[in-house]
């Protein structure tokens, strides 16, 4: 099946209806107080609301829809991974990393308030999305609770996406091979990615034998978002992209473009999205928002 043979319509509807659930449970989640906490909370609205695709949370509602999960759990739940996500971007922004001006389009939250407040914002929704997962408001079971908690700290962390970073810092003074990119990609891109479909499946109650198919789908478009996304900084359009692109080469990293060529790295990501399609073979209507999903990571232009 070609990559756009699914109606767009399809991820079209599930998109708007994500960012809109996302939006709208930030802003329940963060009032603004009457005190000087204020410039705070407004820097973490300003992070939260009204940007990015939301794809993560889409994953993790899409698949907890398989599995027939309340939808306002659901939600919260991706809200906890899309805080994590947040507040990622706002680090990863500062002059002390990777010193961007421009981010969905938008001033970098340093830019628009101070990087005191920036990193106190970052710090913050990483505290979020933890109290949001240890609130019965996602689930009853405390034994679903701490299985949510204990996949996005693992995703988050060492063995994760800040794992990932430290990784990505170091590749411009290491020589690294398509395996090491591979790994430095799979915890700094994949490991949100995969926690957001492994935390959907817990949410339905699916035991840790009956996962494999969906890691194995999580993990193959992690790589190919990746992919994807070095493809962007080397032919995007900045404009489109809403944040400033061509900086891989200009700091000498190591990535799947620059190791492997332009055009084997888009051939590569599509054999992965149609890899990650295969994945879901035992599911029926029910699992084509999954796979519009990957389609979608190679086909975007942002």
């Known amino acids: 099946m070609g ?38 909370v407004e820097a973490m609205r300003y ?28 939600v919260r739940a991706g809200c906890a991974i899309e805080a994590i996500h947040v507040y990622s971007l706002i680090h990863d922004d500062l002059p002390c990393m990777d010193d961007d001006d421009l981010r969905h389009g938008k001033p970098t939250l340093h830019k628009q308030f101070d990087e005191a407040t920036a990193v106190l914002a970052g710090d913050s929704l990483h505290a979020l999305a933890f109290e949001i997962l240890s609130s019965t408001d996602i689930s009853a079971d ?47 891109t994949g490991a949100l990615l995969a926690a957001s479909v492994e935390m959907g499946a817990i949410l339905g109650r699916v035991p840790q034998e009956g996962r494999g198919h969906l890691r194995a789908y999580a993990r193959d478009i992690g790589l190919a978002f990746q992919i994807a996304d ?4 080397v032919e995007g359009d900045a404009d489109k992209a809403g944040k400033a692109l061509r900086k891989d080469e200009g700091q000498g990293k190591q990535t799947f473009v620059a190791l492997m060529g332009v055009e ?21 209507s029910e699992a084509d928002l999954l796979r519009a999903l990957a389609r979608y990571i190679v086909e975007r232009d942002r």
């Not at 939301?54 to 759990?73: F, H, I, N, Q």
């Not at 003074?173 to 990119?181: C, G, N, R, S």
């Not at 070095?230 to 900084?233: A, G, S, V």
């Open 230 to 233: 070095d493809l962007l900084d």
């Open 47 to 74: 992070a939260a609301i009204g940007g990015g695709k939301r794809v993560r949370p889409l994953l993790l509602t899409a698949t907890a829809d398989l599995y027939g999960v309340d939808r306002e759990a659901a």
């Open 264 to 284: 084997p790295a888009r051939e590569q990501a599509r054999a992965l999205v149609e890899q990650a399609v295969g994945h879901l073979a035992s599911h029926g």
């Open 142 to 188: 405390p034994f679903i609770r701490s299985e949510l908690i204990a996949t996005l700290a693992i995703a988050s962390g060492k063995d994760g996406m800040a794992g990932g970073q430290m990784m990505d810092m170091e590749s411009g003074a290491e020589d690294y091979d398509l395996h090491t990119i591979t790994r430095l990609q799979q915890l700094k």
């Open 3 to 40: 990559v756009t043979s699914l109606p767009d319509s399809l991820l079209k509807t599930g998109l708007k209806r994500i960012q809109g659930e996302v939006d709208a449970a930030f802003d329940a989640l963060l009032p603004v107080p009457a005190d000087s906490r204020a410039r705070l």
